[in-house]
């Protein structure tokens, strides 16, 4: 059955009226970024002065700031994108627009397969495309795959650091509170290790804006039961050591 779905209508051939601003900078922007999910880690990292505010992007809810963060010789930038694919891709497009060039992201995410320990490190190689914005940006697809280079830089970084690890495909939703247990069932049926809210949108807009992505995600919750299980899975000690290796792995990424 073919449906009539707007999201299905990319368009490729004309320029868009509004391009994201840069955003008013009060700093030397750096080229490489770590997008943090983790407020609680960007406070204790970036908080009470320990990092430069280099740039402020406000919307309706609030602002969101993009810190320079100075690591050794270097300095790399860190922000909060915000929850979901279109808040978090319309920071994206800001923070792109404002001079950062290469990305690694470090966020939560449900654990789809039975036995992901909460805390466990995923790499995610693929994101089935169950949210709306990428579609705005590449044409329609099931999956969107990261880039093979950036994914071994990844797990490079996590080799090197005996970080436990897995590759693999994760689900992308708009709708945390639509994961019913036949959609859990037929995403990991076709290969997905955790659901989360970005990581399909992210890869798109990177594509079209040709800069560097890459993502780490951590096994949070967990939704292959037949109940859902919290594990209480935002105070897992993973978020800090995720965000230090997603330090480490955008330095080392070209
Ligand atoms: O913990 P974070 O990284 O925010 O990840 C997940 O949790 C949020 C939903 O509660 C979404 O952002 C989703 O991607
Ligand atoms: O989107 C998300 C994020 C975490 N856990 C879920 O079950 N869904």
Known sequence: MAWDIPLTEYDADSAALIEPAAGSTSGEVPELAVICFFRDVIDEVCGDGRAEVVATFTWEHGSHQLF??????????VFHPGVGAPLACGLFEQVIATGCRTFVACGGAGAVVPGLALGHVVVPDAAVRDEGTSYHYLPPSREVSADPAVTAV???????RAVPYVVGKTWTTDAPYRETQAKVAARRGEGCLTVEMETAAFLAVARHRGVTFGQYLYAGDD?????????????SSARRDLFWLSVEAVLRLP
């Open 68 to 77: 320079s963060l100075q690591v050794g010789e270097r300095r790399v930038a």
């Open 223 to 235: 939704v292959s039961g037949e109940t859902w299980d919290h594990r209480h899975w935002q105070t």
């Open 154 to 160: 990844l797990c490079d970084v996590l080799d090197e």
